[in-house]
């Protein structure tokens, strides 16, 4: 069974940084691209940045580009999402999905910006 | 980056009546790369369709999808109580990735 485990998430004040980590299990993670989207509280589902099999390709949403980094340990069959100079407006839940005939999702982690 | 518009922004139907939802997009896409998912409250979204018109594991035959090159359909053929909830569209073919905004099916 496909499982994806999100931790990292927690209230941090403006300007913070936090690292997500998601854990995987059930398949081969290096022969996937892994993925991060985020939900803002009530709203919809943005796509934040993936990542393919061997970590050389990186993407991103314009408005996370200089704050978010991707990466990935197959050792380890971890995908992380290192979150800089944090604002308000990325306060939400934070998904890992595996890229696979569409997404494959954890349960997510929230991620709090707040003074 | 493409853009996916979904419509219409809310479908209020009755239990056993028929939902169709819509997704459009800004550019032709590789019908292979789009999906759709079900959300509900406090949950993460479920993957249903992907590919266009392939049901993911273990989603009963009332949901199917069609479409290709800038138009998709999602058609929920009788609606159980269970599927009122909001629907997302995704292309995963290019990048950056992209959502709709979502459709919500709610009870009428």
């Known amino acids: 069974e496909v499982q994806l485990v999100e931790s990292g998430g927690g209230l941090v004040q403006p300007g913070g940084s936090l690292r997500l980590s998601c854990g995987v299990s059930g398949f081969t993670f290096s022969n996937f691209w892994m993925s991060w989207v985020r939900q803002a509280p009530g709203k919809g589902l943005e796509w934040v940045a993936n990542i393919n099999e061997d970590g050389s390709e990186r993407y991103y949403v314009d408005s996370v580009k200089g704050r978010f980094s991707i990466s990935r340990d197959n050792a380890k069959n971890s995908v992380d999402l290192q979150i800089d100079s944090l604002r308000a407006e990325d306060t939400a839940v934070y998904y890992c999905a595996r890229e696979f005939r569409g997404y494959n999702w954890g349960q997510g982690t929230l991620v709090t910006v707040s003074s | 980056e493409i853009v996916l518009t979904q419509s219409p922004g809310t479908l209020s139907l009755s239990p056993g009546e028929r939902a169709t939802l819509s997704c459009r997009a800004s550019?032709?896409?590789?019908?292979?790369?789009l999906a759709w998912y079900q959300q509900k409250p406090g949950q993460a979204p479920r993957l249903l369709i992907y590919?266009?018109?392939s049901r993911a594991s273990g989603i009963p035959d009332r949901f199917r999808g069609s479409g290709f090159g800038t138009d998709f359909t999602l058609t929920i053929s009788r609606l159980e109580p269970e599927d009122f909830a909001v629907y997302y569209c995704q292309q995963y073919g290019y990048s950056p990735r992209t959502f709709g905004q979502g459709t919500k099916v709610e009870i009428k």
């Open positions: 590919g266009a018109s």
């Open positions: 550019q032709s896409i590789a019908s292979a790369y």
